[in-house]
């Protein structure tokens, strides 16, 4: 992680301190936009979960303390193909650093006010992204969840998984902890098995992972591949 970090932040749109779950974002959107062979007019977006909870920028209002669940604002980042593909992996990187620094509690709470508009004009609406046109990603990160803290009584856990789901659609990603903690991450992907060989064999995930020895794979759906990579 600490050298995929360095990638983006040594970039030529390199915007200072990166965190890890912007350079890993800027990875998986740009291989896996590459695998796509997205024309280079073709919108892509990437999606990805704020939490409301927890945070100085959401307390006006606060979420409850009594509140039990998530508390979470998906938000949704469209770019040209073209140029998530032709740029260095840290022009990917700054266009989710800059989205994440815009979202405010103003602007959550516009949010909340436009679908409480749309309620109450009877209109119906959902995720601003496609999850089966194979143009957009939907990123979970999950990491900070004590997967391997959890005592069943019989001793450390050596591995867990999820579940593939038709729902998993083309492009879902989930971040996910490691035995080994600290900041090794765990990437889970479903994808069609064509999508997947070639971002299996992109430039920077074999550079910056270890996908090759670690990577996995079931089928979530006729055609599809659902792989891991840490």
């Known amino acids: ?6 990638e983006v932040e040594a970039g030529p749109f390199g915007f200072g301190r990166a965190s890890s779950f912007v350079a890993l974002s800027a990875l998986i ?8 062979e997205l024309p280079n007019d073709a919108t892509t977006r990437y999606m990805y979960p704020v939490s409301c909870r927890g945070n100085k920028r959401f307390k006006d209002p606060p979420v409850p303390m009594s509140y039990f669940g998530n508390a979470i604002h998906l938000a949704t ?4 193909a073209g140029d998530i593909k032709s740029h260095h992996i840290s022009f990917a ?23 409480e508009i749309q309620r109450r004009k ?6 601003n992204v ?11 990160t999950m990491h900070t969840f ?16 999820l579940v593939p789901e038709v729902w998993f659609g083309d492009g879902t ?51 599809q591949r659902f792989g891991a990579f840490f």
């Not at 740009?30 to 796509?36: C, F």
């Not at 903690?181 to 765990?186: A, D, F, H, L, P």
């Not at 992972?209 to 979530?220: K, L, M, R």
């Open 93 to 115: 990187a700054k266009l989710i650093h800059n989205d994440i620094a815009k979202i405010s509690g103003e602007y959550i709470q516009s949010a909340v006010d436009w679908m």
């Open 77 to 80: 980042l469209p770019a040209r």
């Open 122 to 127: 009877g209109l119906e609406f959902a995720f």
């Open 1 to 6: 992680m600490d050298a995929l970090v360095h």
């Open 146 to 161: 004590p997967i391997f803290k959890t005592d069943f009584g019989w001793g450390q856990q050596v591995h867990y998984t």
């Open 173 to 223: 990603a989930f971040v996910l902890p490691t035995a080994k903690g600290g900041r090794e991450r765990k990437v889970a992907l479903c994808m069609p098995s064509g999508v997947m060989e070639r971002f299996l064999g992109n430039m920077l995930v074999t550079k910056f992972t270890s996908c090759g020895s670690n990577s996995s794979s079931t089928g979530a759906s006729p055609g």
């Open 29 to 36: 959107w740009k291989s896996i936009t590459e695998a796509r």
């Open 130 to 140: 496609d999850y089966y046109a194979g143009r957009d990603v939907n990123c979970t």
